[in-house]
Every structure is written in C-alpha cells, then in structure tokens.
C-alpha cells in the first residue's frame, strides 16, 4: 500500500471512529429524552460508519468488517455508559458532569451492563452483524472486475 492509497483509508478510519462517538453521544441524548434505550438507534449509526468506511476504500476487506463492527459496539457502549451516568446524575441530582467525574467506572459499566440486556442487546449485536457484513460486502459485478 502506497502513501497516496493509505491517506483515503486513514481519514475513513478517523472519521468512522468520530461517527461513532458521536453517534454514540446523539443516542445517549435521544435516549434520555425519550426515556428508552432506543437500541434500534445502532443501525443508523451501523449506515453512517459503512458508507464512510465503503467509501473510504473499505469495502469488501476484512478489515473493514472488523473496524465496522468494532464503531458500532464502540457506539453502543459509550451511549449505554452515559445513560448509565445520566441516571446516576438524576438519582442524586447532581450535573451530569459532577456524576461522571464523581463515580466509580465500574458503578456505571455495572448500571450500562443491566441495561444493555434482553431485546436492546439483540438489537445492537444484530446492528454490530450488519454493519460488519455490509462493510465487508463485495457486490458480484464488482469482483468480476
């Protein structure tokens, strides 16, 4: 791989790691406003992450497959982390800025880890599924070539 081939593959990575931080954080705030874990809410990150990844020169490697994945769980896992913070903050009144510098790691992976349970966890592992598959993905035209 050349310098002029990595460039594209490297921003791709980048920007596919800060969409799934970000992606991660708009879920928390969707979530805490509707008062759900909106776990259907990882396929759209999963969308956003492969069409910057397919677009990036990650398609149809199995590289891609695993980074994919790795940004969807990445997502999942901040946003169940925060929503575990934000009822920490809400129990004790505090900002959720105090509750995060405050508490223990393990009391919130603890909190995120009952959350992230039944039909949520389903749903964000078959978006993890998806996200890997259709980064990794080659359509039978395009192999042919």
């Known amino acids: 791989m050349n310098a002029a081939s990595a460039t594209p593959r490297l921003f791709g990575l980048a920007v596919a790691l800060m969409y799934a931080l970000a992606g991660g954080a708009i879920w928390c705030l969707l979530s805490l406003y509707s008062r759900g874990d909106l776990a259907g809410f990882s396929f759209l990150v999963a969308l956003a992450v492969v069409w910057q990844l397919r677009g990036n020169g990650y398609a149809g490697r199995w590289s891609g497959a695993l980074i994919a994945a790795f940004c969807v769980a990445l997502a999942s896992a901040y946003s169940f982390y925060l929503q575990a913070v934000a009822q920490v903050a809400a129990m004790l009144g505090l900002p959720m800025r105090a509750a995060l510098l405050q508490m223990e790691p393990g009391m919130a992976l603890a909190i995120a880890r009952a959350n992230f349970s039944g039909w949520s966890a389903v749903v964000v592992i078959l978006a993890v599924l998806f996200a890997?598959?259709?980064?990794?993905?080659?359509?039978a035209r395009d192999r042919a070539a």
């Not at 890997?132 to 359509?139: C, D, R, V």
């Open 132 to 139: 890997a598959g259709a980064t990794g993905f080659t359509p």
